[in-house]
């Protein structure tokens, strides 16, 4: 797996101006990639989730987008990183209804059924780095649970 | 947002900061009372992302238009939106929905006259 040729970009998460970046920024990157209408639709809704969660929970950080190749596969990584307080407890945020701020509290936890590959890493005090990676043609992954 | 007789149509398009949708949902509940507006039809076909917040928001005016003794309808949601919505794990229980602004509008003529207070109170006097 390589990183494919242009398009790699790091954008501000300071306001809810910049939200509205992030998500045409992935809307058009998803597109030229070839996902589909749908799978375009999932990737700029995670992305919405997961750079309010910077901006509301961390502070305001950045969301860095890397477009992959893996054979003949097109896939688009999104990484959302913040200098924020950190999540002390992974697991409670991961799981809906959870809930330190505003929204539903299906920002993580939704946010991971939309894409193919999720990653978290976030200590007290050291910030948040959320990755994300779906890509183009391949199935939803399967449901943990039913 | 445009009166149509007893009803607020309100058009959503393009891509929705999250002040303007906090402003949509405070300048709807008082163009209600203002107006006695009875229902409200919010057409979201121009919409190409609904995320969390932006839901929680549209379920916030459909409930408290409630409250103010009118109906919401939501009309013409893109496919592709439910879709993710639903994955997302939010499907909106509460909202009343329809596929284009005719059928909404039929749906809140049929479900008109409402049990308004200020009416009745008006009637008995």
């Given at each position: ?8 970009a790091r954008l501000?998460?300071r306001?809810?101006?910049?939200l509205v970046?992030?998500?045409?920024h ?7 990639l070839g996902?589909?209408l749908?799978d375009?639709?999932?990737?700029v ?6 750079a309010?969660?910077?901006?509301v929970?961390?502070?305001?950080g950045?969301m860095?987008?890397?477009p992959?190749v ?7 990584r999104l990484t959302?990183?913040d ?6 407890d ?8 959870f809930?330190?701020?505003d ?5 993580l936890?939704g946010?991971?059924r939309?894409v ?10 050291s910030?948040t ?11 939803p ?5 039913s | 947002m445009?009166r ?7 058009t959503l398009?393009g891509?929705?900061h999250d ?6 949902q405070e300048d709807?509940?008082e ?5 006695g507006?009875?229902g409200?039809?919010i057409?979201v076909?121009g919409?190409e ?5 932006l839901?929680?928001i549209?379920?916030e005016i459909?409930?408290?238009?409630g409250?103010l003794?009118?109906?919401t309808?939501?009309v013409g949601?893109?496919?592709a939106?439910?879709i993710?919505?639903v994955?997302?794990?939010?499907t909106l ?5 329809a596929?284009?602004t005719e059928?909404?509008?039929e749906?809140?003529?049929q ?10 109170r008006?009637e008995?006097?």
């Amino acid at each position: 797996m390589h990183t494919a040729a242009g398009s790699q970009a790091r954008l501000p998460i300071r306001s809810d101006m910049d939200l509205v970046w992030v998500r045409q920024h992935v809307r058009q990157a998803a597109a030229q990639l070839g996902f589909g209408l749908v799978d375009q639709t999932k990737l700029v809704t995670a992305a919405s989730e997961l750079a309010r969660n910077t901006l509301v929970y961390g502070g305001g950080g950045t969301m860095e987008t890397e477009p992959l190749v893996e054979g003949t596969t097109h896939g688009l990584r999104l990484t959302f990183s913040d200098d924020g307080p950190g999540i002390p407890d992974l697991e409670q945020a991961l799981s809906d209804g959870f809930t330190s701020g505003d929204g539903l509290g299906m920002g993580l936890g939704g946010a991971r059924r939309l894409v193919h590959e999720f990653g978290i890493e976030s200590a007290p005090g050291s910030g948040t780095t959320v990755r994300v990676t779906s890509w183009v043609g391949r199935p939803p992954r399967p449901r943990e649970e039913s | 947002m445009l009166r149509l007789g007893e009803v607020l149509l309100v058009t959503l398009q393009g891509d929705l900061h999250d002040s303007t949708a906090q402003q949509l949902q405070e300048d709807l509940a008082e163009t209600i009372v203002r107006s006695g507006a009875t229902g409200v039809v919010i057409d979201v076909s121009g919409v190409e992302i609904v995320d969390s917040f932006l839901g929680r928001i549209l379920a916030e005016i459909a409930g408290q238009t409630g409250l103010l003794a009118a109906r919401t309808v939501l009309v013409g949601m893109r496919p592709a939106v439910a879709i993710t919505l639903v994955e997302l794990g939010l499907t909106l229980p509460g909202v009343h929905t329809a596929l284009s602004t005719e059928v909404a509008m039929e749906l809140l003529r049929q479900q008109a006259p409402s049990s308004r207070f200020g009416g009745l109170r008006q009637e008995r006097l």
